[in-house]
């Protein structure tokens, strides 16, 4: 599935899939860029924003995800063994 907007495939990060209190769903990153309150495709005006969890079931975890947890490991272990990046960067 993707957003009507960005035509992007949702995912479980940037692109999370939120419903509009009209039965439209867009993905999260789209709805805050949004300039105007209304719906993008019946234009009602926008009273709440809530996570579409039964799309989300549907959602396989993306490679975004993956990679941001792999990256957040990496900096995890980078500040538990104090490696310095920049001795590292020149080698490569």
Request: hydrophobic share 30%.
């Amino acid at each position: 599935m993707n957003c009507k907007i960005c035509f992007e495939p949702f995912d479980h990060s940037i692109r999370k899939p939120y419903h509009l209190s009209c039965p439209h769903t867009f993905c999260i990153s789209c709805l805050n860029d949004l300039k105007e309150n209304n719906c993008p495709n019946c234009q009602k005006k926008i009273t709440e924003k809530n996570p579409n969890v039964v799309l989300m079931e549907f959602i396989p975890e993306s490679k975004y995800d993956k990679l941001k947890s792999e990256t957040l490991n990496v900096i995890i272990q980078i500040n538990e063994n104090k490696i310095d990046l920049k001795k590292i960067c020149k080698q490569n």
